[in-house]
């Protein structure tokens, strides 16, 4: 069946301007997750949402990173005034809500000029 | 605060022998443990998961946890080139959706 989706897969912004990244999960999944891979490091968790719950923001690294899920499928995060650190590349992933596997979309890679 | 260690590597291997990929966790209370393969400029793709001390086999992979000591690896048998790639480890601790803490992976080259 078809995978995790996200949108676009390279975007290149100047510093301070806005972004909007897309992820469409896979269908059935409800709980969705965003990461983020900078150049050489690790996967740093961003965000997620479970159902109808309140979604978990504990990761976003300032204000100026939000997210929503609409409908219980597809995700934007958003980034405000982009800053040259929001440089990475920005993972979506999705779960079913009875197991803990989680399955990645190809990223999306943001490069703020 | 809860870490996943894991050697940087690279792990260099010859064609058609084992690579064993290791992982420390520091939470007690974590329950779930996963594998990923990443080739370079791609996501992280599952390849194993764990949640029961021993060994799991699939195919030419086998995770092994050891709660006690906070251990996690992964086996790879019968190695190929097409394995070259960065294996990075995961763990999560609650039943139910929540977010993986990844270590920073293992950088794994297959030499022919």
Sequence with gaps: GAGVSQS??????????????????????????????????????????????????????????????????????????????DSAVYLCASSQSSTHEQYFGPGTRLTVT | QKEVEQNSGPLSVPEGAIASLNCTYSDRGSQSFFWYRQYSGKSPELIMFIYSNGDKEDGRFTAQLNKASQYVSLLIRDSQPSDSATYLCAVTRNSGNTPLVFGKGTRLSVIA
């Design chain 1, 8 to 85: 676009p897969s390279n975007k290149v912004t100047e510093k301070g301007k806005d972004v909007e990244l897309r992820c469409d999960p896979i269908s059935g999944h409800t709980a969705l997750y965003w990461y983020r891979q900078s150049l050489g490091q690790g996967l740093e968790f961003l965000i997620y949402f479970q159902g109808n719950s309140a979604p978990d923001k504990s990761g976003l690294p300032s204000d100026r990173f939000s997210a929503e899920r609409t409908g219980g499928s597809v995700s934007t995060l958003t980034i405000q005034r982009t800053q040259q650190e």
